[in-house]
């Protein structure tokens, strides 16, 4: 087992990427190829930033996940954003409709 910085061992699922892709609402998610658009090009962006933090191979399993499932999401039918969670244990899509959040003043972004 791998230790971390703090010299505690790792476990895992902290060694192994997992990705939240969030695509609020935008018009083009009407049109499947503009939805296949959208996802594909965050999808190029995420396999960016975890190459940064991971090897090669881990990012491949968790980015091939992401990119079979990525033609099997449905268009919304209504105006609904898309999230998508994959690990390399499970993913799942969610659908959800504009709300508005609040955040707790720890949890929004400063800067």
Known sequence: MKNNKNNTPETTEETEPRVSLVLPFEKEMIKKKGLYNLLTEAADKL????????????????????????????????EMSVCIFV????????????????????????G
């Open 47 to 78: 396999e960016i930033d975890l190459l940064k933090d991971y090897p090669e191979k881990k990012v491949g399993l968790v980015m091939n996940r992401l990119r079979n499932l990525i033609p099997g999401v449905k268009c919304p039918k209504r």
């Open 87 to 110: 690990s390399p244990i499970t993913e799942k899509v969610y659908y959800f409709t504009n709300t508005t959040l609040h955040f707790p003043p720890s949890l929004k972004k400063s």
